[in-house]
């Protein structure tokens, strides 16, 4: 019997020209892992909404069709009546923390569905650990990085013990290791305990390997549902094993590396290796030396030494509470630290926001906190005041990074892409030579990330310094030519891109692991290689 059953469901929101959903028809048996994958915009987040009755009670629209969920209709049923059920997890934990600590907000789910108190404390701790968060239980959850909260927002709703689990991006915010704990955690549950998981992704090299389904949403309503090697043959989402399966003809994508190694292996398919870039170490655009952050007695970064070249590229890899942000916080100016930092003869710390921003600019993990005007014409011009720059310099920046969006559109309503584009332009319009992106292809498709690639690689080839702190090797491998590593805050590794990704096996992206030792990174790298 089907769990979770959609019969002919629509979906259209109020002014929309199109349904969101149209006429989607599929089934769930308990115990299986489904995989919603399509471009950003498609609608994965209203079709994850429509399991537990976010949608359409709390966003509005219509729906039409039906939604079966353990044999209950969500249009009868609010989130509420089946929290018992479905726990459901969306792309923001922070915003859905009603808590201070992660042990409250961990039994909180629990408390408000009557669970006896020496059972609640029992669930707690088997969540901690299998979380692998114990050590975090007193901490406020304001001071956890981006990584910590999202394995905290899944525990809070795992403690509940929900029959169906809906995940919006779970490991977005995730270093690979941390990945592979949350999804081994999952995994679990849906084989030994029967849990049902539906989890929307963009970075799919990561979990289609655990997938029993894929539910491939088009772009234009309709979606195709079926075994997860034959929907990513046919879908227009290429992860690396995708893009590799159509570089050398396979029919069916294979799921994970081992599968495409023994396929490699068995048809003799050996690319030559990519030739390390040379990384310019001449002009400095910024130097760091020695620079420390302290929060009390905890030590986020530990006495680094870091100089960025005019026209490079740079990847900053580490794993959750490595101390990267802090560390672009650092260089940027915005935080006390210790240390000597120098952009072009200044110490940005030293210097108003606005004159620091026209040294160093910082992109944030969420760069929607950067936009707070009614309409993308108002941010740019407010950005061309606060720079100091010509009226139309940041609209003009905008159309540089190929992104064509009309000046009344209200920046809420534009995808992630688009709205990331937006806050480069402004960001941007102080012309700094360095620029710093904390984990931009969070909440990215596949070729949003293509674009943001070329953006950054025109803007290097302007000048501009770039520090990318990422846990999406996959882009890091596509996008720069430098990679440094940091853990307990200090610097690691320091070298070439393909040196650093394809000696760790942690950070090694997908076509490295297939074609080891043969040293390559992108499927790029082994079409050129076996031509």
Known sequence: MAVISFDRVGVTYADAERPTLDDISFELPE??????????????????????????????GTLTGRVLVDGRDTAQNRPRDLADV???????????????????????????????????????????????????RRRPLTELSGGQQQRVAIAAVLAAQPRILVLDEPTSALD????????????????????????????????????????????????????????????????????????VGWAEVPLSVRLARRRAQAQGLRPAAVSPA?????????????????????????????????????????????????????????LSCSGAIEVRGQDPRRLGAAEARRLVTLVPQTAVDLLYLPSVGA??????AESDAEPGTAAALLA??????????????LSEGQRLAL?????????????????????????????????????AARGEAVLISTHDVEFAAATSTRTVLMADGEVIADGTTTEVLTSSPAYAPQMAKVFAPVEVLTPDDVARGLS
Not at 42 to 50: E, H, R
Request: charged residues 20%; proline residues 6%.
């Open 86 to 136: 479905v726990g459901y997890v969306g792309q923001d934990p922070l915003r859905g923390f009603v808590t201070d600590t992660v042990e409250d907000e961990i039994a909180y789910g629990m408390e408000q569905l009557g669970i006896a108190p020496t059972a609640m404390r029992k669930r707690v701790e088997e969540t901690l650990d299998l979380m692998g968060i114990a050590d975090l």
């Open 31 to 60: 115990g299986d892992l489904c995989l919603v994958i399509g471009a950003t915009g498609t609608g994965k987040s209203t079709l994850l909404g429509a399991i537990n009755g976010l949608v359409p009670h709390f966003t509005g």
């Open 379 to 384: 941010e740019c011009a407010q950005a061309d």
């Open 278 to 334: 040379t990384v310019p170490t001449e002009p400095v655009a910024l130097s760091a030396r020695g620079v420390e952050v302290r929060y009390g007695d905890l030590v986020a970064v530990n006495g680094v030494d870091l100089e960025l070249a005019e026209g490079t590229v740079t990847s900053l890899l580490g794993r959750n509470g490595a101390g990267k942000s802090s560390l672009l916080w650092a260089l940027q100016g915005a």
């Open 423 to 459: 806050v480069l332009a402004i960001q941007l319009a102080a012309r700094p030579p360095v620029l710093l992106l904390d984990e931009p292809t969070r909440g990215l498709d596949y070729r949003a990330k293509a674009e943001l690639r070329r953006i950054v690689t025109d803007l």
């Open 176 to 247: 690979p290791t941390a990945a592979q704990d949350v999804l081994a955690a999952i995994g679990t549950l849906v084989h030994d305990v029967g849990l049902t998981v539906v989890l929307a992704e963009h970075r799919l090299e990561r979990v289609m390997q655990a997938a029993d389904s894929v539910l491939w949403l088009r772009g234009d309503g309709s979606a195709l549902h079926g075994p997860p090697g034959a929907v990513l043959a046919q879908s227009t989402i290429t992860p690396p094993l995708a893009a590799l399966a159509r570089e």
């Open 400 to 413: 540089e990074l190929g992104v064509d969006l009309p000046p009344e559109r209200d920046p809420r309503d």
